[in-house]
């Protein structure tokens, strides 16, 4: 029926949440659920007081960052949302983490938490541009130094910036790029194409 909600976002148990409304009741901005499992929302200045509970206390163990990504939202007072996937290995629960961050705020970083979060920060800051205070190296980790701007925010060019993609030699036949490429494409039925319609991706 016409707004029910969906099954996706039906709440499930989670002692992470359960926790951190018992013991962090003023640091939790809400709490919602999708596919199974929860989602918690958390004040920028309470971040990292939220993330070492859930990596500290004894009956969560979130010991491994999953991953560390972001979302832009251009038209919101806060444009980011910064989020953690937490998973707790030897408890075999997981945990997602979201921060909503204003344009030029620089979020804590979260390696001295956990230090894979060095990479996964800078990723954030080279497709997003949001720096991360205290990160040890905050400088592009996929992009070169030079490039101007950071791809995945949404209004960031669909087809890039004039100068973004340089192109370092000349490939003008499927032939040519068989003879010379040694990127794995060859035995994948690449050449057949290639013999078939002469055509290449030059």
């Given at each position: 029926m016409a707004g029910d909600t969906s099954p996706l976002d039906h709440p499930v148990a989670s002692r992470a949440v359960d926790l951190l409304r018992a013991e962090?009741?003023?640091?939790?901005?809400?709490?919602t659920h999708h596919a199974g499992q929860a989602l918690a929302r958390v004040p920028l200045e309470r971040l990292i007081e939220v993330l070492a509970f859930l990596r500290d206390h004894d009956e969560l163990r979130f010991d491994h960052?999953?991953?560390l990504t972001a979302v832009h939202w251009p038209k919101n007072d806060k444009p980011f949302e910064i989020v953690y996937h937490l998973y707790s290995i030897p408890k075999r629960h997981r945990l997602t983490v979201k921060t909503a961050v204003a344009e030029g705020e620089a979020p804590p970083t979260a390696t001295g938490l956990w230090p894979t979060a060095n990479w996964h920060e800078r990723e954030v800051f080279d497709l997003f541009g949001v720096r991360f205070e205290g990160h040890p190296d905050m400088t592009r980790i996929l992009l070169t130094d030079e490039w101007?701007?950071?791809?995945?925010?949404?209004?960031?060019?669909?087809?890039?910036?004039?100068?973004?993609?340089?192109?370092?030699r000349e490939v003008t036949t499927a032939e040519h790029v068989y003879n010379n490429d040694k990127a794995p494409l060859r035995g994948f039925g690449w050449?057949?194409?290639?013999?078939?319609?002469?055509?290449?991706?030059?």
């Open positions: 962090k009741t003023d640091a939790l901005a809400g709490v960052l999953s991953n101007v701007g950071h791809p995945l925010r949404k209004d960031y060019p669909l087809e890039g910036n004039p100068g973004d993609h340089v192109q370092y050449r057949k194409e290639v013999e078939k319609t002469g055509l290449g991706r030059g």
